[in-house]
């Protein structure tokens, strides 16, 4: 990985090159711009002044014998290919009525123009060869490029310095990067704390990455969190089917009795049954899901019947009894497993703290509760091992589907344990 690493650029030198190429291209751009329209101009200033010389040629050689004429200071026109003079190379297909660029054959740094045109002289059409020579504007053009290499040598500075600045630049956003990175790079893997913003200028992009990071990194801890609970959630809810099948087990070795040995089967198959079913609550209150896809459903009072039974030991030898109280239909979005293992938890923490009286669970459309006579919150009940952990389980549950768990004093003793349901697990909210 390192070695990759090394092969590929910083952002600070990536900058920088892109820089350079685009600050090249430029340069590259702007002499072609100068050089070809210094050329167009030339081309354009001969072509309007051979144009000129035509006019004025056909006027003059009316009026005279002459082979050849003087029609400016710059230009010649001559009466037939023979009277150019010796060291004019015309080429072979000149067009007619254009000017075109010629080098003396001694000389390449002498240019001149020359253009042929078909002109009526006293009758009889001739071919008029014109040339068009501007030592001052050879002289002039030269200038302004002299001139033009002033201002590129400019340029070019400038781009320097502005490479200098732009990598000062450039350094300075990418130094909170890069400390980003190292701090990255040496963090162990078992660290999930926050990461705090680098010094220096600060980005949206790289507040935005520090979020993300720490974003992920919160979701990892929970996921951690949530393997750690499966394991205390594990041994908490398994113990009592655990027992159960271990208590099964030794009696089946006392007695031969068909009938006793049915019953023991029976309670092994139950408990065997609500292990798998506690253990499939619990992975998917473990695991990251989606609670939408879940449809409503009615809890029934065999439901409520059936947790409670399940926890009666707890109350053996106990002058406490328990109610159910299910004054109308009531929905909610949770597997019956699950629900019956947060309900189990209040019960048994329900039980463990009422040494006398009773324990009702009254349910409606809005909220759940466990009411009991015991000794309220301010104490903990002895000799009751997962006391504390049943109510994180409890917990874990009610903010999974979204609901909210709070416990509260009752006025003449005991606790009341309040399940408070989502509005759109009310019965009219789910026909509308």
Known sequence: MKEQLKKVKSAKQLTFTYFSIVAFAIITIHVSLIESTLEDFEHINANNRLRHAKEVAAVVFEDSKRMDIGTSPFTHAYIGKEALPSHVNVPNNLPYDKAVELHD?????????????????????????????????????????????????????????????????????????????????????????????????????????????????????????????????????????????????????????????????????????????????????????????????????EELESTIASHDALIKGKDVKWHIELSEPTYIKAPETTFKILLGNLIKNAFACTEEGSVTVTVSNSKIEVIDTGIGLGSKPRGVEGFGLGLLIANDICRKYHWTLSHSDNEYGGCTATISLLDDEKPNAQTK
């Not at 000062?168 to 926050?194: C, G, V």
């Not at 099948?245 to 049954?273: C, T």
Request: negative net charge; glycine residues 2%.
């Open 105 to 301: 054959a001694d000389n390449e740094s002498t240019e001149y123009f020359i253009m042929r045109s078909p002109i009526s002289i006293r009758g009889k059409e001739e071919v008029v060869y014109f040339l068009y020579y501007d030592d001052l504007y050879e002289l002039s053009e030269e200038q302004v490029f002299n001139n033009e290499k002033k201002q590129l040598l400019i340029t070019v500075f400038l781009l320097f310095l502005s490479f200098f600045v732009v990598s000062r630049i450039s350094e300075r956003l990418t130094h909170p990067l890069s400390k980003l990175a190292s701090e990255l790079d040496q963090r162990k893997s078992s660290d999930l704390t926050p990461i705090t913003l680098p010094s220096g200028i600060v980005s949206r992009e790289l507040v935005q990455l520090v979020y993300s990071f720490n974003l992920y990194a919160e979701r990892i801890q929970e996921l951690l969190e949530r393997e750690r609970a499966f394991n205390r959630y594990a041994s908490h809810e398994l113990r009592t089917p655990l027992m159960v099948m271990k208590g099964a087990v030794s009696l089946l070795g006392q007695s031969n009795d068909p009938a006793f040995i049915e019953k023991q089967r029976q309670r092994l198959l139950q408990s065997s049954n609500d292990m798998n079913d506690f253990v499939t609550a619990l992975l998917s209150l473990t695991r990251e899901e989606s609670n939408h896809t879940l449809a409503p459903r009615e809890i029934t009072r």
